[in-house]
């Protein structure tokens, strides 16, 4: 007779590989057909909204892994949030204004010399939109679940209107205005940057110090003596107006040979080092606010540079006299402004210098360096040059220098309302936390906001100009240009006349004549992308402002979330969030930052094509996503293997529920011990990932469904319960209370990990008998439930898993000595060490069951036994039989004469249930 036959083996079509790379796509497209986004919102309609506001990534080139990484996390919490009882829906959007655009045209070669300003706008709106679907495809890949189809895009009529609105709103409260202020300039954008665009690199600069003479030394000085500044821009003496010394410091007139100098009196051994002077006399000390107003002679003009007095001088480097250009820097420019200073700035808008700079028209700033060194040398004025390298701040898209550079811009004045936005970062909920003080560093220290660039492709600022230049901005000519974009679109501010952009009938008492200009400047693209609490969140149907997270990589503290903000509490008072999650950076395996030219850039779409997109989100999952977050192929590998585990975990339990039906299910109380102490611990680890999850903590909700896989499940529950799902009856009570909670566990562990492991969560629903809903999707997460008598159960069988570790390493020693084979040939006896663990075995049935061993004997006194911390053991080989069947040694082989290989247990099961196959023997 074929034993092989009575045996309850494992069925299931739920194969062993993952095929993922194949299996998703299919999936992918099943989910389209069968609209699951769609369904899964008429599901929860009416529950608590929860929103999660997109941040729009930059619709230019391929999705990489900082993307990848972006993208799923979102993924997760508005999957989780939509089983845990909140109607979550998802608008993805994107970027599509600014420089890297007008940039990718001209490496197309599209020559906008020779097209309109408004045809080369559609060709950036082209651009832009074929951007967006190719990333919309691969965020699809990603498994991310999403209104893909009705995005929000910053181009859209009806963004750029809400945007023009938030704009006019903001200048309504007079935070608004246009004047001329040193910013960054950009001259590889050709454009004002703000703060947020500017990157920190290692630049090679010139060192130089200069001597002023002295012109008008009023009753303080000779007249012989020289002013001594430092300055690391030689380019900007052409611009120096003025030497700035601290009031509170003290100066000194020090002679060197027949020179004599003027420096901050403490830093005077330090600069003798530095000019290598044998011996400086200090002839005359004097406070820094007895100079004012005395008069240098510049180094290379006939022009007066004036002794002023500003705070912002220090000792902590250069000489304690600083130079001072008011058309190249901010505290220049603040100060030359109390002191009526022109803003002197020789430098267009390429980064070349104009006829402002004698001698040096047409030169290049960073070339003219060595021009204006030699001439200073010249004149005799250089004292010194050197070459140090220093941190400086560079334009985060060309990656080129950049400079301070006074022209007109339009400026949003963050001081005027910084306290409140101050106030309401103090309310927000930040993960991590040192997001709230990085933030609140970033807008305390914060002046105005240049909002102005000077590019062609973005959102126009909506201003008119009157015949004497006047600003025309207000409540008409705002609401009236926002439904022209409403209606044709923002590319008609360059099609149209400003009379006709105007409303009818518009009259100014500044153009008598009727006669009136627009402004040509685009607003920054972060005031775009800064808008969409108004452009996205208030006007969509289905969101609402606040949203209650926003999502983004820790660069956005500069970026979208400062924007975001700043709009948001100028025209509603309020924050636009109410938690900001920031992640960190995807670094190579060694920690490294990925680079082409390295070549250890690892790409999203390799990994998906290769292992699938479930193990990207596995390794998502599976790093501390807060901080920075490495990956490389190893690093996928043992993903893959941490998949694998889960998987097969699921394939074993599914095999064994192959006969089993709801009809099965047993109550509780029917349950077996061990398995009612199996599905408690199912209830802690449901509330660990539910707190997890609530917590934004997925590394948790994926450590604690793996351990229990791997250690409670496949170590234990699911090993020695081969030897009941196997051998007994289809129908025993042991293995339909077994199959109980089973079904129980696999359905909420695939619930816990659908966020996660999204397509192969709908793949293993799809092969659980008695599921109803076609996508595990369209269900809720598990609670945590009232297991009956859990207290005692916990302590019972904690202590016996205690006692089971004991056993297993003494079975260990056995193999290792030879004492025995496989588990099953072992005979165990077991003396318990004190009373309390007595009392645990004594009330354990299927000890050799529960132990993977044949046989197994609890005596009182045990000589010459292996003591462990709760039991001494002896371990010998068991001197009975196998059971062909069952494979269990034991004495009663033989002992039924119809199935003389079989072991009593196995005859019986035999001889009640296959009668059929009897027949056939």
């Not at 906001?449 to 000519?477: H, K, L, M």
């Not at 923002?490 to 400003?498: C, H, L, P, Y």
């Not at 660069?555 to 920031?582: C, H, L, M």
């Amino acid at each position: 007779m074929e034993y092989k036959k009575t045996l309850n083996m494992p069925k299931t079509a739920f194969p062993m590989r993952g095929n993922l790379p194949n299996k998703e796509p299919k999936l992918q497209e099943k989910w389209d057909e069968e609209k699951i986004y769609q369904k899964v919102q008429e599901r929860t309609k009416g529950r608590p909204l929860f929103v999660l506001h997109d941040g729009p990534p930059y619709a230019n080139g391929d999705i990489h892994m900082g993307h990848a990484l972006n993208k799923v996390l979102k993924d997760f919490i508005v999957k989780y949030k939509s089983m845990a009882g909140f109607h979550a829906p998802y608008v993805p959007g994107w970027d599509t204004h600014g420089l890297p655009i007008e940039q990718a045209l001209a490496k197309k070669k599209v020559n906008r010399k020779k097209m309109s300003v408004a045809e080369f706008r559609q060709k950036c709106a082209e651009y832009a939109l074929k951007q967006i679907d190719n990333q919309r495809a691969q965020f699809k890949q990603l498994g991310v679940r999403g209104d893909w189809e009705n995005p929000y895009i910053t181009l859209n009529k009806s963004y750029e209107a809400a945007q023009i609105k938030v704009f006019g709103d903001m200048a309504k409260k007079g935070y608004i205005y246009k004047g001329l202020k040193p910013v960054y300039w950009s001259p590889s954008s050709e454009s004002a940057l703000a703060e947020a665009e500017i990157e920190y690199q290692d630049k090679r600069s010139p060192s130089i110090y200069v001597a002023f003479d002295v012109k008008d030394g009023g009753d303080l000085l000779d007249g012989d003596e020289k002013f001594i500044i430092w300055t690391t821009t030689p380019w900007t003496i052409p611009a120096n107006l003025a030497i700035a010394v601290h009031p509170d410091l003290e100066y000194a007139v020090v002679k060197v040979e027949n020179q004599k100098y003027i420096i901050a009196h403490e830093m005077l051994n330090q600069l003798k080092e530095t000019f290598e002077w044998t011996e400086a006399e200090v002839v005359k000390t004097f406070k820094g606010q007895e100079a004012e107003k005395l008069v240098a002679k510049h180094p290379l003009y006939e022009r007066d540079s004036i002794l002023i007095l500003g705070d912002h001088v220090t000792t902590e480097s250069g000489t304690g006299l600083v130079h001072t250009a008011p058309g190249h820097g901010e505290d220049d420019f603040i100060i030359g402004k109390q002191y009526g200073l022109d803003v002197l700035c020789p430098v267009d808008e390429k980064g070349y210098f104009t006829d402002e700079a004698p001698g040096f028209e047409g030169l290049f700033y960073d070339a003219a360096n060595k021009e204006i060194t030699q001439q200073l040398d010249n004149s005799q004025a250089l004292l010194k040059l050197d070459f140090i390298t220093h941190s400086y701040p560079h334009d985060w898209r060309t990656k080129k220098p950049t400079i301070f550079r006074a022209t007109n811009q339009w400026f949003a004045s963050i001081k005027d309302f910084r306290n409140e936005i101050l106030e309401e970062i103090k309310r927000i909920n930040w993960l991590p936390k040192w997001g709230e003080t990085r933030l609140f560093n970033m807008v305390r220290d914060r002046e105005d906001w240049c909002i102005s660039r000077q590019r062609t492709w973005g959102v126009p600022i909506p201003v008119f100009y009157a015949e004497d230049r006047t600003p025309i901005i207000n409540d008409e000519t705002i609401s009236h240009v926002a439904k022209l974009f409403e209606e044709h679109g923002s590319n008609i501010w360059f099609e149209w006349d400003a009379k006709d952009l105007l409303p009818e009938g518009f009259t100014s008492e500044n153009s008598p004549n009727g006669k009136f200009t627009k402004e040509n400047d685009i607003m920054d693209v972060w005031f775009d992308s800064g808008s969409s609490h108004e452009g996205v969140l208030e006007n969509h149907e289905e969101l609402k402002r606040p949203a209650d997270v926003y999502l983004e990589g820790s660069d956005q503290y500069r970026g979208w979330f400062n924007s975001s903000i700043s709009t948001a509490v100028a025209v509603t008072g309020k924050a636009p969030y109410e938690t900001i999650i920031s992640h960190g950076f995807a670094l190579d395996g060694q920690g490294r930052k990925m680079s082409k030219s390295v070549g250890n850039v690892v790409v999203p779409s390799k990994v998906m094509k290769q292992y699938g997109a479930d193990i990207l989100r596995l390794w998502v999952a599976s790093v501390d996503y807060q901080a920075d977050v490495r990956i490389s192929d190893e690093i996928i590998k043992q993903t893959s293997e941490g998949y694998r585990k889960i998987r097969n975990t699921f394939r074993f339990m599914l095999g064994n529920l192959n006969d089993f039906e709801t009809s099965h299910i047993t109550a509780d109380d029917q349950l077996q011990e061990i398995d009612r102490y199996m599905l408690y611990k199912l209830q802690q680890v449901i509330e660990k990932a539910r707190k997890a999850y609530d917590e934004y903590d997925f590394s948790t909700v994926y450590q604690t469904i793996h351990h229990f896989c791997s250690i409670d499940l496949s170590s234990f529950y699911l090993d020695f319960a081969k030897d009941i799902l196997y051998i007994e009856a289809p129908d025993h009570p042991r293995r339909r209370s077994i199959q109980t909670v089973y079904y129980e566990i696999i359905r909420s562990l695939v619930q816990l990990l659908s966020p996660i492991l999204t397509h192969t969560m709908d793949e293993v629903w799809s092969h659980i008998p008695g599921v109803k809903e076609e996508s595990v999707q369209l269900t809720d997460m598990p609670s945590p439930r009232e297991v009956k008598g859990s207290e005692q159960l916990e302590k019972k069988w904690d202590q016996f898993m205690d006692i089971r570790d004991d056993i297993l390493k003494a079975l260990e020693e056995a193999r290792a000595e030879k004492v025995i084979g496989k588990s099953l040939e072992a005979s165990v006896s077991i003396q318990a060490n004190n009373e309390k663990v007595e009392a645990v075995l004594k009330e354990i049935p299927y000890l050799h069951q529960l132990l993977i061993v044949s046989d197994v004997k609890i005596v009182d006194q045990l000589d010459g036994g292996q003591s462990y911390e709760h039991v001494t053991l002896s371990i010998g080989k068991h001197e009975g039989e196998t059971c062909e069947r069952c494979w269990v040694v034991s004495n009663t082989v033989g002992e039924d004469e119809d199935h003389p290989t079989l072991c009593t247990r196995c005859a019986t099961v035999v001889k009640e249930n296959y009668t059929e196959l009897q027949q056939e023997k």
